[in-house]
């Protein structure tokens, strides 16, 4: 496993598409925070937590979208099926890259809470609670669109598949439809949305339900890949 | 050592395979032909178990090559047809990688020399020609000393002078392992093969010894293949 999580990490910090998006993701993040930083008058890092789903849902769909579906195109998962390796051990070593890359990238915005500590006041707890949320929710999102990527021969389809289900996921648990859906049903959609869980690590807390949670849709989804691989037909 | 028992494969409803039967033994280099879209591909992927047949068994040394995989490929070293490479590693990037995954180093520098690699070990894969490219995937297969080789065309789109060097050096490997080697191109067969199937529409129509007589297999293929 360490062998081809090398080389799938490797690549992401070799190839272009890879730092060029951890850049973007970067900068994008730093860029919608700091714009509105002097207008709010606070130094409260929540605004940028809340952008990150909504960065997370381009990014990590354009990072993972050629995991599976490019070995498809290449034919190169013929080699890699028919090397002695165990299926769940390559869904294992790409998931496992691909989050340590994720992870990577939202460390780069480390500057940001680091530079407000010397303008304003900053719990520290709190936002290190944030970016643990944040990471959780990365490894959801991550296993989605590995799953949508090992469907595909097509990178552009994984792409698409993944952003739609990841959008309509964050959007179960917003106030987005609290004017179409009845509140009971709403009450009970937003249990499943990952923003929902997201949302008790912005306040510093970390309640096991959604550590669990984040925990179980990611292994549901990494499941879902490797019986989608060891499809033999 | 390789045993295939009434082994079909159907794509949705289209039969790629028909009730194929045969068995190969330790030593033997079986010539695999058969026009395009014959099924020799796809019957490759059903040996090594990259595809499952939809009815029949096949067993290498006894095993399954699906649910006993892990025991079954570390004997077998693949070629697959096009000869998928990671295009972006280097050469020696890319054979220490399968052989890790081996968990085998033994033969690794010693294959530099036996598939001609030497010169292009530090090169990136995509930079090479398809000669070269063929050779490295030639010398991926050869990682750990299998005892079984399947190569699915492997001198395809090679000019003959390479050819000819791929056929000396399954030549050589045949002393010691078991091969099947698929390919249209008859001579490749006649010159190499001691054993020649025929497939032809997902039916063997022919299995058994090379004809004998320079040009023997191609009429044998003309006349059994319409």
Not at chain 1, 22 to 37: R, T
Not at chain 1, 69 to 84: Q, V, Y
Not at chain 2, 89 to 99: C, D, G, P, S, T
């Amino acid at each position: 496993m360490i062998t081809l999580f090398k080389k799938e990490l490797t690549y992401y910090f070799s190839n272009p598409v890879g730092y060029i998006v951890a850049i973007l993701f970067a900068v994008f993040a730093n860029f919608l925070f700091v714009k509105d930083l002097f207008l709010r008058g606070d130094s409260s890092m929540r605004p940028f937590f809340d952008i990150l789903p909504w960065l997370f849902l381009i990014f990590i769909p354009a990072l993972t979208m050629r995991i599976f579906a490019e070995e498809k195109r290449s034919n190169t998962i013929e080699i890699l099926l028919t090397l002695p390796i165990v299926e769940a051990v390559v869904v294992m070593a790409k998931f496992t890259a691909l989050l340590t890359f994720s992870a990577v990238a939202l460390l780069l915005t480390i500057s940001l809470p680091t530079t407000l500590m010397f303008v304003g006041r900053l719990y520290l707890p709190t936002i290190a609670i944030s970016y643990f949320g944040a990471f959780l929710l990365s490894a959801v999102f991550v296993s989605i669109s590995m799953f949508f990527s090992s469907l595909t021969k097509n990178q552009i389809v994984a792409f698409l598949l993944s952003i739609l289900t990841i959008f309509f996921l964050i959007i179960a648990g917003g106030d987005f439809l609290v004017s179409f859906v009845p509140r009971f049903i709403l009450e009970n959609l937003n249990s499943f949305s990952p923003l929902y869980h997201y949302g008790s690590f912005l306040k510093g807390l970390i309640d096991l339900r959604s550590v669990l949670y984040f925990l179980s849709l990611t292994v549901l989804f990494i499941f879902l890949t490797t019986i989608n691989i060891e499809r033999r037909d | 050592m390789i045993v295939l028992e009434k082994i079909s494969k159907y794509f949705g409803e289209k039969r790629a395979l028909d009730n194929l039967s045969f068995k190969i033994k330790e030593g033997e280099i079986i010539g695999f032909v058969g026009p395009n879209a014959a099924g020799k591909t796809t019957t490759m992927r059903v040996i090594v178990g990259y595809l499952k047949p939809t009815t029949g068994e096949v067993t290498i040394d006894g095993k399954d090559p699906i649910n006993e995989r892990i025991d079954v490929l570390k004997q077998i070293g693949y070629l697959p047809e096009n000869n998928p490479l990671y295009q972006e590693m280097k050469v020696f990037e890319y054979l220490n990688f399968i052989a890790s995954i081996k968990n085998n180093r033994d033969n690794l520098e010693s294959l530099k020399e036996q598939t001609g690699i030497k010169e292009v070990y530090e090169s990136k894969i995509e930079e090479l020609s398809r000669g070269y490219k063929q050779r490295v995937g030639l010398a991926a297969a050869l990682i750990g000393h299998p005892k079984i080789l399947i190569l699915d065309e492997p001198t395809s789109g090679l000019d003959p002078i390479e050819q000819e060097k791929i056929r000396n050096l399954i030549k050589t490997l045949g002393k010691k392992k078991t091969i099947i080697l698929s390919t249209h191109i008859l001579s490749e067969v006649e010159e190499v093969a001691t054993r020649i199937m025929i497939i032809n529409k997902g039916e063997i129509v022919y299995d058994g010894a090379k004809p004998k007589g320079k040009g023997g297999v191609e009429k044998l293929f003309k006349k059994l293949v319409k």
